[in-house]
């Protein structure tokens, strides 16, 4: 706390200072928290993972696009409390991610990641506003909506050509079973997905951000994903997309939110979000089949969609939870 | 009201009885019914269609989903008004008969029944708080929700194998075009397929459940299917379809909730649910066409969507039949 | 303010007039005008266009559809205020155009355009009744979602045929690069397209229209159009449907929306109109790659689901335009 106020002192004197302390926070809530530190963190994972793959692409199109979407925000609206908490950043920072991940790199490129990250404050803002009532969060839904509608743009514009394969996808040679010796850097690779980046490197700099923040929420996470490549095995899944981590990186958000964000902590709890961590990684598979003959990747929406009903379920006194609200 | 009185006081002293009460209402509010003896007679009609198919394993799902539907929601929610009418039950109830007809048998597969069973109430709490502030019904789009998850999904995951065909789409040779003599086998089989069946015994049997408990939707359901049909037949969509009741189950839906159940009966009304039900066919034709690349059924979407739009159009003083609110 | 009243007072003694001067409004609703004068020329550049394309039954579908979509309007509903500003009518105008421009002409084509009308207000009432709490308008999403569903649905029922290619599309010769000499004919068309229209010289009809309602409307439908254009041209759109105006009818719809109708003019609510405009080039390019495989028109969605957004995000004080309610 106090170390906390001694950092915002600095940033109240130095402009500059300020302005990195709400980019870092933009990275940290990617995963729900609000931590420059955490964000320092997050971002030194995607650096490692993009220059792993050889892409340095992401690291920067994340970095660009979370600095452009601060700015945005900041010209755009006249209350500063949620920008201030990073919560107008994570969006941008994950298209930013995410179009130099599936697009191929030239100057409408760039352009567009820029255009992309306006574009995820103005959804952020509307999404927001459209859930106001239910009092549930966005979370990565302008993301999505955002990056999708880049992506299926890229069939019908020439300037921005759709990449064969995404830079960060790893090409192990697919076996027909995953191997068991696999499971713990699957485990981490789905952590480090969350961003995009497919290294277990990366995913164990993540859990270090995580827990600098919270332990809770770290633990939920590296859990999550466990858990998720586990049933993904168990059920059958491919073992490519199990190893790269694409079965568990839904799962490890809706671990955070439903265990260490948005419910109080307790054996409900803990039950409430196992039950939305197996009901992820279904939608996870579903989603799979349902965005085949789009082409276009399903990125966090299996995790929306759960959360948002396991969030919308439980609300009033009603409810699953309702002693521990 | 007597006899039900002491019904309700045997339920009352013996807790087996309670539990089977709850899981017969289940089953009936599937056609907005609160109703044991309705209940009784679907299961009958569920049994004699899966036997005719040689597919027990649609009404043991039935039974386990509405069961294990029945016990989730007694144990997540304090509240047990809605429980005690079933209103926790019938989307349950109709992921059970879905699961066996659309997957191969396997004990993935009554895993996966269980699971979805217990989703079906969360997803069920989850849409009634989302529409509450419309003061419109979840209907069964919660069912389907969770059932497209489901089948979705198979196809990622080798555990859960998709049938080549549903088990309970009779084979009928198909001709060019529908024979008159067809028209009422295909109505009674309509009224069957609200629960995946496809047997005019079947369908008899759930019109006799409707009327135990109300004439008038009873009559609606007739009428509904029978219209359906009809119009089928004469805008020429496919005899196979047809006569297997695929054009009608959703009209089925759409005419008792519209004319029997949400709206008082008079003239207005019956022009209203009349409109609703020939968009319901049409409705069906755009979903046939919708779903065809992702290979699944349609399910009573249809049925959702058009109520929901009908019943949202009824909602103020003006509206269609604000003289018969 | 003199003349508008003549024209009342003469509607209120010929009932026939009345219903005149509602359809009219009806046609000018499409671009959010409330002017009988603007209808008139509406449907005089409909006229035109359809019969350089020699495809009248576009003109008269619409006709018949506004005519339908009045009556049932003035049946339905006991509130008059919406109808007598042809808020009813504009969404029945529109399917009325569509229909006859993707389906082959048949008797059934009439009943289903006379049916489609209908829905379109019971859609229309539904849409506004959902959306009432946000405080945004149905815009032509009633339009877009009843003729998917005629569409969808002609794929299943013989006696709705799709017709190999839309009347109105016009049958330039493909170039690999758009001609800058193309620019303002396109721009043009883009305006027509709004209507399904391909026809400069309805362009221009439709243009005066606005200008004798809205000088600001004119000149928003215009930019818009010129800049969805050109953004198309940069970022290397077809050629054949950057000519035929399929990148701008949306476009002219957001720039009207954002920049003419719900703000107030200003420097500010010039910078988030063109947003508004580039964004919806953007989507319509997603929805042309998202519509593909179901083989049907994008129609107005990318203007409505823009819209939409934009209204959202600019509804409260902390929004991009707060400064000027």
Not at 94 to 101: H, S
Not at 171 to 194: C, K, N, Y
Not at 238 to 263: D, H, K, R, W
Request: aromatic letters at 10%; charged letters at 10%.
């Amino acid at each position: 706390m106090e170390k906390k106020t001694r950092w915002l002192t600095y940033c109240d004197r130095v402009p500059v200072l300020s302005w990195l302390d709400w980019v870092l926070r933009g990275f940290s809530q990617v995963m729900f928290q609000n931590n420059p530190l955490t964000g320092l963190l997050f971002f030194a994972a995607i650096v490692v993972s993009a220059w792993q793959a050889n892409a340095p692409q992401v690291a920067w199109g994340c970095l660009l696009a979370t600095l452009v979407a601060t700015l945005s925000a900041r010209l755009l609206l006249k209350d500063r409390t949620a920008l201030t908490r990073g919560m107008l950043g994570y969006n941008g920072c994950l298209v930013g991610a995410a179009l130099p991940a599936f697009l191929a790199p030239s100057a409408w490129l760039w352009l567009c990641i820029i255009f992309s990250a306006l574009m995820s404050v103005i959804v952020t803002v509307g999404v927001n506003r459209l859930l106001k009532q239910w009092q549930i969060a966005a979370l990565t839904a302008p993301f999505v909506f955002t990056t999708w509608t880049v992506l299926l743009a890229s069939h019908s514009f020439l300037r921005l050509a759709p990449l064969p394969q995404p830079v960060l996808v790893s090409v192990t040679p697919p076996d027909m079973l995953p191997q068991l010796s696999h499971i713990i850097p699957a485990t981490l690779d789905g952590v480090s997905q969350v961003f995009l980046c497919n290294s277990p490197a990366g995913g164990i700099l993540m859990l270090l951000g995580l827990a600098v923040s919270s332990r809770l929420a770290m633990m939920m996470a590296l859990a999550g994903s466990l858990i998720a490549v586990l049933i993904a095995m168990l059920a059958g899944a491919g073992s490519q997309p199990i190893e790269s981590g694409m079965y568990a990186f839904s799962p490890v958000l809706t671990a955070i939110a439903l265990g260490a964000v948005f419910n109080r902590l307790g054996i409900k709890t803990l039950c409430y979000t196992l039950t939305g961590v197996v009901f992820t990684v279904l939608m996870q598979g579903a989603f799979n089949t349902l965005l085949k003959p789009l082409d276009i990747p399903t990125l966090t929406m299996p995790f929306v969609i759960v959360s948002w009903l396991f969030l919308l379920a439980n609300q009033n006194e009603n409810s699953p939870l309702s002693s521990a609200p």
